[in-house]
């Protein structure tokens, strides 16, 4: 299916762990891609639309975590992993920085 609005922001390949999912720590949270307006995630607990979520992320060669907070807006089971969850959030911020380390090969 093809877009028909053009992305605003650059998307990023990564699998990174998530640590804290809404002030509680998880091991099988994963970002999968990020952008500076919002990232898709991977999980075995599916949240609903519109639910908020605030992530903790150590990006590559970070001393300290990154806390991200935004809501879901969209949520389907995985078709390659059965019993887990595919879902977007969309940042509150938008989070340019994650920008320029996506264009450094940071991410």
């Known amino acids: 299916m093809k877009r028909r609005v053009p992305r605003q922001a650059q998307r ?5 762990a998530v640590t804290n999912l809404n002030g509680r720590p998880v091991t ?13 995630l ?7 639309r519109r639910y908020p979520v605030e ?15 935004g809501m879901v807006v969209w949520m389907r089971p995985s078709v390659a992993s059965p019993g887990r969850y595919l879902m ?3 940042f509150h911020q938008r989070f340019w920085d994650l920008d ?7 991410i």
């Open 12 to 16: 990023y390949p990564a699998k990174l």
């Open 28 to 40: 099988d949270t994963f970002l999968m891609d990020i952008s500076a307006l919002g990232a898709k």
């Open 42 to 48: 991977e999980s075995s607990t599916p949240l609903a």
């Open 55 to 69: 992530i903790n992320i150590l990006f590559p060669g970070a001393q300290t975590e990154t806390k991200l907070a």
């Open 88 to 90: 977007g959030v969309k």
């Open 100 to 106: 320029q380390l996506g264009r450094a090969g940071k």
